[in-house]
């Protein structure tokens, strides 16, 4: 598939998506310096979160409301208050696409309701993201669908069951360009519950590309999902953890992103193809072979023995299995040292 005239798949090396999140930390300039970072380290895409804090929750300090997990980054925050703190202002999105543009960088959004979707339409945004809490939100996906714009839909959390019905809503809607995203939805994820593997089992199930939403720490897990076959690879960006921010601790710095860019390109460029017998780059290296060699002079007539005949480097004799048979031949030329054996000089 394509978003704008980059072309995502296999053939070519993975489209790395530089998340944005709440990490401008209410800063319009922050927001586009984040955008400045992830053009300079390589980022093919940045992509925003488009909500406000009413179209997400109820503004209620209730159970349910309030996230009371003792393991999470947010344990006693309010949704609502959360939220208002996280969204990115929508005067805010045309300046920053903008931005993006000038450096040649898609810009993009996650929208979690209709009216998002719409707003995203009037600025033609090329692609939109489902996120994974909202994978099994139909209507938004019908809605999303409808643009006809390429989807990238993060599965976390989502069982095989309820992937394959936003899929095929997806398509009944009219998507035809989509990339299901690998991800586990805790923050930060840890390696050990990443569980790479599934990345060809979805491809194979649901016939599209697959890539990785990754919030591990590092690039440890994407270089790996390339491995896999990941096409597509999202972080969470930022300009300094230490900044702070309601998504910094699980966020990429530009060296880190920088990095990420270089070592996934690297580990899309080693996959290649099954190739046995060397490549053409290895041709060169043929002559360190070892090979049969005569280890000191030989007059006409002698035999070959263990103490005349070696097996050494480099590669322009007879190759080392025929070390046996040779053994015992008496040659039909005198040889000096040195010379590396060929089936013309024996008998």
């Given at each position: 598939?394509?978003?704008?005239q980059r072309?995502?798949g296999r053939?070519h090396?993975p ?8 990490n ?5 300039d922050r927001?586009l310096?984040?955008v400045d970072?992830?053009a300079?380290?390589?980022?093919d895409?940045?992509?925003l979160?488009?909500y406000t ?6 503004d209620?300090?209730a159970?349910g409301?309030?996230i ?8 006693g925050r309010q ?8 969204h990115?202002?929508?005067?805010w ?13 898609h810009?993009?959004s996650t929208?979690f ?5 719409d ?8 692609a939109?993201?489902?996120a994974s809490?909202?994978?099994t939100d139909l209507?938004?996906v019908r809605?999303v669908a ?6 990238i839909?993060s599965t976390?959390m989502?069982?095989?069951?309820e992937i394959?019905?936003t899929?095929r ?6 998507c035809?360009d989509l990339v299901?995203?690998k991800?586990?939805s805790t923050?930060?994820?840890t390696?050990?519950n990443t569980?790479?593997?599934?990345i060809p089992?979805?491809?194979e199930a649901f ?5 990785l939403?990754?919030h591990?720490m590092g690039?440890g897990a ?16 930022t300009l ?8 910094s601790t ?7 992103l920088?990095?990420?860019r270089?070592e996934?390109?690297?580990a ?5 193809s099954?190739?046995?017998?060397g ?5 060169a290296?043929?002559?360190h072979?070892r090979t049969l060699?005569v280890?000191r002079?030989?007059?006409e007539?002698?035999p070959l023995t263990?103490?005349?005949l070696?097996?050494v480097?480099p590669?322009f ?5 025929y070390?046996d048979v040779m ?9 000096r040292?040195?010379?590396p054996l060929?089936w013309?000089?024996?008998?």
């Amino acid at each position: 598939m394509k978003i704008g005239q980059r072309e995502i798949g296999r053939d070519h090396r993975p489209y790395v998506i530089a998340e944005m999140s709440g990490n401008h930390n209410q800063s319009l300039d922050r927001a586009l310096a984040i955008v400045d970072a992830a053009a300079a380290s390589g980022a093919d895409a940045i992509k925003l979160q488009t909500y406000t804090a009413e179209t997400m929750t109820l503004d209620l300090d209730a159970p349910g409301f309030v996230i009371d997990d003792a393991a999470s980054l947010w344990r006693g925050r309010q949704l609502f208050d959360l939220y208002r703190e996280a969204h990115t202002p929508w005067d805010w999105h045309r300046p920053i696409i903008e931005r993006a543009a000038s450096h040649g960088l898609h810009c993009f959004s996650t929208p979690f309701d209709e009216t998002a979707v719409d707003f995203l339409e009037s600025l033609d945004v090329p692609a939109y993201k489902i996120a994974s809490f909202e994978c099994t939100d139909l209507p938004l996906v019908r809605k999303v669908a409808a643009t006809g714009k390429p989807m990238i839909i993060s599965t976390g959390m989502a069982s095989l069951a309820e992937i394959d019905e936003t899929v095929r809503t997806a398509r009944a809607h009219g998507c035809n360009d989509l990339v299901l995203l690998k991800c586990t939805s805790t923050y930060p994820a840890t390696p050990g519950n990443t569980n790479l593997r599934t990345i060809p089992h979805l491809r194979e199930a649901f016939g599209c590309e697959v890539g990785l939403s990754d919030h591990t720490m590092g690039c440890g897990a994407a270089v790996a999902a390339v491995a896999l076959g990941a096409v597509v690879v999202e972080k969470h960006f930022t300009l300094r953890r230490a900044d702070g921010g309601v998504d910094s601790t699980f966020s990429l710095e530009p060296e880190e992103l920088q990095q990420l860019r270089t070592e996934t390109e690297r580990a899309w460029q080693a996959m290649g193809s099954v190739t046995y017998g060397g490549t053409a780059a290895e041709d060169a290296s043929r002559k360190h072979r070892r090979t049969l060699y005569v280890a000191r002079d030989i007059a006409e007539g002698e035999p070959l023995t263990a103490e005349n005949l070696r097996i050494v480097r480099p590669g322009f004799g007879l190759p080392p299995k025929y070390f046996d048979v040779m053994l015992g031949k008496r040659v039909n030329q005198p040889l000096r040292a040195g010379t590396p054996l060929a089936w013309a000089h024996v008998a």
